[in-house]
């Protein structure tokens, strides 16, 4: 038996073979590939120094990879890092429609080269196509997802979403979301393949139409497909998801749909009575988190009360310090920033917290927390619907309800600092026992020297400065995904 060469080993799918292939490539242009495969999944690590340039490196490898169609593989992931370091300082995710296949006769067909461009970058550089290119009736990617569903080839549309919506729903139940990838993945080509059928047919037909009256029809050819295609059914992939952190439809409606429904709860006072004991433990957790940072032992009632121990406790620092720990270290593991930052931020605040903050301030912010809680506690969990957490957290699931409930408490805080200063509300002195002397704006008066107008313009301040933290972040996020209808929309109206 003879021993396959390296291209047909890269054809099988296998990553070693498909690396190696790259690596030979890219030699020349100081990239070395790593790859490594987990069932449907492909990985590949470019390395180079500096790190190689994102969009060149996946142009090329979705060229590259349309003309191999390897198999059984729906689901390839990039890293782009730099010699030396461990973290990528990019990736990307491709699903892969797979073309008809090109048969190649030697390795240096199946490779492309990134070639350099006059203003020093990188530029992908296709490989001199066959002259009569082979093609097939039906992409094999599109008969390995019917499989994928146990489907039968050529089943319509509106049984395909049946399929894929009643099994992953069982899969969710299940917990089994390795198992939803490679589902992902078929749904979203068997979609994204009927869909352009469809639009090709109909073209097609609309042309016959035209030119029916005509003694000679011209031949319709239609337009070889672009290789952002590939690029566009990731994003359809993202979009089938609704936990997903790039869905389109969950990040541009149904954050502000959340939004919108918190602030009615707010102007309902039986929903806002029933719901009452939400703002409630935003409020203790408020106070707590001050006394956490600051090394202190304090524990949230959901009766209106947090115990506090004034004194310093070593234990209570290291066991913050230590989340915190755990929260960066599976930030890194899962090449997920967000977590990292948010680490590294709250251990510095703890740190000053705790060992320089004075006893005097630390029991004035500990008053002021209670009703900043509700505010900049409630944005920032708001905000945190955009940034995804250790798969641990399920923070994708549970987003939705955590902002529907803190956009509740935030709503009811910022109308109320609206009204105070018009006179339409007054300042909550007093505590939820009723005792008049020693609520949390009678100990900043009494006991810090704040005046009402202090009061005042610091809540309000902070509720307006969230509020446009809220605004900016969502208004940001709207742009990354829709960066060209924007850019479309600004050409139109500023000429």
Not at 39 to 50: A, N, T
Not at 461 to 466: G, K, N, R, T, V
Request: charged content about 15%; aromatic content about 12%.
């Amino acid at each position: 038996m003879t021993t396959p060469s390296l291209l047909e080993q890269a054809k099988d799918g296998e990553a070693a073979a498909i690396a190696a292939l790259l690596t030979h490539a890219l030699r020349p242009k100081g990239i070395t590939v790593r790859g490594d495969r987990q069932s449907y999944c492909l990985q590949l690590w470019f390395s180079s120094s500096p790190a190689p340039p994102q969009p060149a490196t996946v142009a090329y490898i979705r060229r590259t990879l349309a003309k191999l169609q390897p198999p059984d593989i729906g689901i390839v992931q990039l890293y782009g890092t730099q010699t030396g370091e461990a973290q990528p300082i990019w990736s990307e995710e491709i699903a892969l429609l797979s073309l008809s296949p090109t048969l190649f006769s030697d390795e240096s067909q199946a490779c492309e080269t990134l070639a350099s461009t006059t203003d020093g970058g990188w530029a992908a550089t296709p490989a001199p196509q066959p002259s009569s290119p082979t093609a097939t009736s039906t992409p094999v990617a599109v008969v390995r997802a019917y499989e994928e569903l146990g489907l039968s080839l050529g089943d319509p549309l509106p049984q395909i979403e049946s399929v894929y919506f009643k099994r992953r729903a069982e899969l969710l139940r299940r917990g089994d979301r390795a198992a939803l990838e490679p589902l992902k993945w078929a749904f979203a080509t068997l979609k994204t393949h009927l869909e352009q059928s469809t639009a090709e047919a109909e073209t097609a037909s609309a042309v016959y139409a035209s030119l029916g009256q005509n003694s000679t029809v011209a031949s319709v050819v239609p337009k070889p497909r672009s290789p952002r295609q590939s690029n566009g059914l990731a994003i359809a992939s993202d979009d089938t998801d609704i936990l997903s952190f790039q869905n389109r439809y969950s990040n541009g409606l149904i954050f502000p749909g959340l939004m919108l429904l918190g602030m009615l709860m707010n102007a309902m006072p039986i929903v806002n009575a029933l719901l009452f004991g939400i703002k409630i433990w935003l409020h203790e957790f408020g106070h707590a988190t001050i006394a956490w940072l600051a090394g202190r032992q304090a524990l949230p009632l959901p009766i209106g009360w947090t115990t506090l121990n004034p004194q310093r406790s070593l234990f209570v620092y290291l066991g913050i310090f230590t989340l915190l720990g755990l929260l960066f270290w599976a930030g890194r593991r899962e090449g997920k920033r967000w977590p990292m930052v948010l680490a590294i931020g709250l251990a510095v605040v703890q740190f000053y917290m705790t060992w320089l903050l004075p006893a005097d301030t630390f029991d004035m912010l500990f008053s002021f927390g209670g009703i900043g809680g509700e505010i900049y506690l409630s944005a920032l969990l708001i905000v945190g619907f955009y940034f995804p957490l250790p798969e641990y957290f399920r923070w994708d699931f549970y987003r939705f309800p955590v902002v529907l409930g803190a956009a509740f408490c935030f709503w009811g805080q910022v109308w109320l600092w609206q009204q105070v200063p018009k006179g339409k509300a007054s300042i909550p002195f007093g505590s939820m026992w009723g005792d008049v002397e020693h609520g949390d704006m009678n100990q900043l008066v009494n006991d810090h020297g704040w005046t009402p107008g202090d009061i005042i313009s610091t809540y309000s301040a902070i509720a307006h400065l969230c509020l446009f933290a809220i605004v900016a972040v969502y208004g940001y996020t709207l742009f990354r995904q829709h960066r060209e209808t924007f850019i479309a929309l600004g050409r139109q109206w500023f000429p």
